[in-house]
């Protein structure tokens, strides 16, 4: 008969021989990212679209402390600066899932004027569940997008002088929006995007991958590394070296 340390020692050997368990995330991840390899070899990928002011700068990832209504971001020569309103803040975290929700719509229908029945799209869209606190966090975000103005230029130095060029814009200049916890807009909801914003998504849409985007919807640090790879990538016409100076070396 074995005694009490022996016993120990025994199933302490038997564990080692039992298959490791897998959590029910880590089983939803590598089915994702299963999805976004098939679908890439089959040259079949779901497309949005991203601005290159936050994919080279990017949005705060948390709340700026209160009382703070000003966010400034460099990435080599390129600098953004997102002034927020005083009563609803900067935007920050997973509002950055709206820029890239409006530019895909924008983009594919062709027009800045963005007409949708609900806000259980964009939740559905990417993937985050339909109850009342991610329909108040969307309400609340759209607030925050519609209340800011941007500074987004380049700044170089060029024979001994300061070369500054840079555009302010704002995202929306009108915004009609019905959002309450069952999700339908029985007025409908409406979107019209500023001209500089839609002339900014013509000129430069950076596609990315959706199923990318909504594996990441909970990670915003992680979403704005793959978003500003996606560019990199998109760009490139060789083999390129990120330099140290660069966002994300």
Known sequence: ???????????????????????VSAVTKCEAVEVVRRRRG??????????????LCGLPIRQLPAGTSKYSRRNGRFF???????????????????????ARVAVRQKSPVLQFDSGAQILNEWGLQQNGSHYRRLAAGFRRVFGSTIFFG???????????????????????LWFHDGGSGT??????????????LKAHPIPVDC???RSLANNPGCLDLYTWLSWRC?????PERV???DRWA
């Open 187 to 200: 007025l409908g909801n409406m979107l019209t995007l500023s001209e500089p914003f839609w002339q900014e």
């Open 211 to 213: 199923e990318v985007v």
């Open 1 to 23: 008969m074995l005694s009490r340390a022996g016993k120990y020692a025994l199933e302490l050997f038997e564990s080692q021989l039992r298959e490791p368990s897998i959590s």
């Open 234 to 238: 998109f760009q490139a016409k060789d």
């Open 80 to 102: 953004l600066e997102v002034v927020g309103h005083p009563e609803y803040g900067v935007p920050f975290g997973q509002d950055r899932l709206i820029l890239l929700w409006v």
């Open 154 to 176: 380049t700044q170089d130095e060029r024979e001994g002088s300061q070369v500054w060029d840079c555009g302010r814009i704002h995202f929306f200049d009108q915004m009609r």
């Open 42 to 55: 089959e040259w079949n990928q779901d497309l949005a679209f991203g601005a290159r002011p936050f994919i």
């Open 243 to 245: 330099p140290c100076s």
